[in-house]
């Protein structure tokens, strides 16, 4: 089992979804914790080129969390 998880949230000033396939979970991610996984996943990409300062958790304003368990063959 695996665990989809769509954030849809405003980074800088661009509404972006990002999805996160990542080991099964029972819980949905709090709206903080769907904060953390963005920035992570912005900072990692930004560190790749420099272009972009590094973002806080804070600079991210999640507006909505699709969560679904899917079966993996």
């Known amino acids: 089992m ?3 998880t769509t954030i ?3 980074a800088g000033n661009t509404e972006r979804q990002h999805s996160f396939i990542r080991a099964y979970s029972a819980k949905k991610p ?5 904060a953390r996984m963005v920035a992570a ?3 990692a990409d930004n560190d790749s080129n420099g272009e972009y300062p590094m973002l ?4 991210i ?3 909505r969390i699709e969560f679904c368990a ?4």
Do not use: F
């Open 56 to 59: 806080k958790p804070s600079d």
């Open 41 to 43: 996943k912005l900072n």
């Open 2 to 4: 695996k665990t989809l």
């Open 61 to 63: 304003s999640v507006s």
């Open 70 to 73: 899917y079966q993996t063959r």
């Open 30 to 34: 709090t709206y903080a914790g769907a």
């Open 8 to 10: 849809t949230c405003i």
